[in-house]
């Protein structure tokens, strides 16, 4: 138990300097542009005027000096609060990229689970037919989708599906009008609409699934147990259910942290291609509106909960392999 | 090539050059280890099909010229359009015809040239975006597994912070808000900084296991410095792991070029043409809605083609090299 806590308070330290780091790097990137952000940003942009450039120098402390600066961006990094857009000029920052959140959370949520568990499936029936024609075709086949640039895909399955067969929707979250809602009518609404997005994201990210999945299963077939096993009389199946699978998970939970980080940034271009009304759709629209704050708030919302994501997988990791412990402690 | 086996005195110049004979043997040993290598590759028909995909576009792009003059003889062109060559008006969105196989775009511009010129700077920032990352991730990789300790603990979460962030979000950040516009080397500086983290922790893992090896500590107990080590043991040990590895980021260097143009931080497609950025042009000219398919589809195609087969070669080598760490 004294190990468990000494493995989770490290996990817990190091979660917490990656996250001061990342406030630090904020902090740096944003002051980095040419001249003050502010004249940089109204000279690029018309939808500014002189009144508005008063308030947000004040909003944001610029004419302070730099540690002035660091404090109030640390308050506000604390309080998640970025001060109000430069576009819709009354709604504060972190509101407009909630509010664009719970979009991205059902379309990566939607696709992080098939991903896995197709890539997973897939993973598993090719190494138990290892070079076998399932095997050598899927692989294939995923790691063709995986040299896809996302957009170019999301862009071909519009062209083919929503232009030319007519099946799907080619934008949007939902039809205009529609609310969120537990009614039939919405959920079907928001699920007709998920269709492509859901499937170009989960398509370009499956090959890392399945390559891990078949390499780690190929690795655990290869050890003794496996031997053992097979020669007190189990079938090939019930071995690769009860004993190779399960072994070959860690590697799952691991890659599945890391690739978060990932599948954002395929679920950006993604929402970008579909209008979907995503974080990503609203990061791209906040660079070209140069909104600021906005584009803050969400680099900072994201990277915090992928942090979050990858400490929680830390965890779950160490529960199911106690030998992490002794490694890192 | 047995000039080993011949007398010294009667070569005089190879001396002058200085081979001498420890250098030869490594050689011959370097020489015997590539063809070793090159016997395991060959055998892997997914590194071989990658390796003929790559070379069909190396060719393309060095020979883009010769290329686009034996079409414009086959198709019977008035002359080979080079990528800035404009067509005269009415010629700019056209679908394509006899004259242009694949259409013109918006400007005039024949798409094919452009498709086939296009393979020399994406290719380019290709590899120079992940002769960045390597160097960053090797270095980092190295140093941090070298020291160990604390320095190790600051060099791994820096790294860590380039692992967590979401690759596309701080891409998109840094060329905002980088100075001056959108140019072919701020993009291969952005990727090139984005592409290293997951290099150093697999090369830092490696260094790790080398240090603990004999053969260090054998250099080390009769006096080699540090800079010694890493660079005639640790190195060449790190080595095979990097160039597989760095064969799977032009991959990415690439995927990311693309993308980057595709939101409008590219290279303009004004000054060069990429793949990426003509997919940008494709984008901004409404070709879908235009129904000019070709624009949209060639550029991808050949990304997803060159991307594919760098993949191939990685996982090839991958396997070679490094039939252990798959499991990452």
């Known amino acids: 138990m004294n190990r468990t806590a000494k493995f989770i308070l490290k996990s817990v330290a190091n979660s917490l300097i990656t996250i001061i780091l990342v406030i630090l790097l904020n902090f740096v990137l944003f002051r980095m542009m040419p001249g003050d952000p502010i004249n940089f940003m109204i000279s690029n942009n018309p939808k500014f005027g002189d009144e508005l450039k008063e308030r947000l120098i004040d909003d944001f402390d610029l004419n302070a000096p730099l540690h002035v600066q660091f404090i109030t961006y640390i308050k506000s990094c604390l309080t998640l609060n970025f001060g109000n857009s430069f576009i819709e000029r009354n709604t504060p920052a972190m509101d407009i990229v909630m509010d664009n959140m719970k979009w991205t959370l059902i379309l990566t949520g939607t696709s992080s689970v098939l991903m896995i568990v197709i890539g997973m499936a897939i993973g598993i029936i090719g190494a138990a037919k290892r070079g076998g024609k399932f095997d050598s075709s899927t692989l294939t086949f995923s790691l063709f989708f995986y040299a896809m640039p996302t957009f170019w895909l999301a862009m071909m399955l519009i062209a083919i599906f929503a232009k030319y067969l007519e099946w799907f929707p080619a934008s949007r979250a939902m039809t205009i009008g529609a609310t969120l809602g537990t009614s039939w009518g919405a959920i079907s609404d928001l699920l007709y609409h998920l269709v492509l997005p859901a499937a170009s994201l989960t398509l370009v990210s499956i090959a890392a699934f399945v390559l891990i999945m078949r390499g780690a299963l190929t690795d655990v077939m290869t050890e003794e147990y496996i031997t053992t096993a097979r020669a007190k009389g189990l079938s090939k199946s019930k071995v690769l259910k009860n004993h190779a699978v399960p072994n070959a998970m860690l590697p799952m939970v691991s890659l599945i942290a890391i690739s978060l980080a990932f599948i954002v940034g395929g679920a950006f271009q993604t929402e970008w291609v579909f209008s979907y009304p995503g974080i990503g759709w609203k990061t791209i629209t906040a660079t070209y509106d140069m909104d600021y704050p906005v584009l803050q708030a969400a680099f900072f919302i994201i990277t915090l909960a992928v942090i979050v994501a990858n400490f929680i997988a830390d965890i779950l990791l160490m529960y199911l392999d106690p030998r992490i412990k002794t490694e890192v402690g | 090539m047995n000039d080993a086996k011949q007398p010294q005195s009667e070569r005089p110049c190879r001396k002058v050059v200085g081979l001498s004979e420890t250098h030869r043997e490594k050689l011959s040993l370097l020489r015997k280890r590539a063809v070793k290598t090159w016997r395991i590759y060959s055998k892997n028909r997914f590194g071989m099909v990658g390796l003929a995909i790559l070379l069909g576009f190396v060719v393309m792009a060095v020979f883009a010229d010769q290329i686009m003059y034996i079409l414009h003889i086959i198709g019977g062109w008035d002359f080979a359009y080079g990528p800035f060559d404009k067509v005269e008006y009415p010629g700019a969105g056209t679908p394509p015809s006899s004259e242009h196989w694949l259409g013109t775009d918006q400007w005039g511009f024949d798409l094919l040239s452009r498709v086939i010129y296009g393979s020399r700077v ?159 042009d494709a984008i901004n000219a409404s070709a879908m809605q235009n129904e000019l398919y070709w624009w949209i589809v060639m550029p991808g195609a050949c990304i997803v083609l060159v991307v594919l087969g760098f993949t191939f070669m990685g996982h090839a080598l991958d396997d070679i090299f490094n039939p252990k760490l798959r499991k990452r």
């Open chain 2, 122 to 280: 994406t290719l380019i920032i290709g590899f120079v975006a992940t002769l960045v990352s390597m160097v960053l991730g090797a270095g980092v990789g190295i140093l941090g597994g070298f020291w160990g300790g604390w320095k190790d603990a600051v060099l791994m979460r820096i790294t860590d912070v380039f692992l967590v962030i979401p690759w596309l979000v701080l891409m998109i950040v840094l060329a905002f808000v980088l100075p001056g516009g959108p140019s072919v080397w701020k993009v291969v500086f952005v990727i090139g900084i984005t592409g290293w983290s997951s290099t150093a922790r697999i090369v830092r893992a490696q260094v790790f296991s080398v240090k603990e090896r004999a053969f260090v500590e054998r250099a080390r107990a009769i006096g080699a410095g540090d800079m010694h080590i890493v660079r005639k043991h640790v190195f060449p040990n790190v080595f095979p792991l990097v160039f597989a590895n760095a064969i799977l980021t032009v991959a990415l260097s690439i995927l990311s070029e693309s993308t980057l143009s595709f939101i409008g931080l590219g290279p303009q497609s004004i000054n060069v043409v990429t793949w990426g950025n003509m997919l940008e």
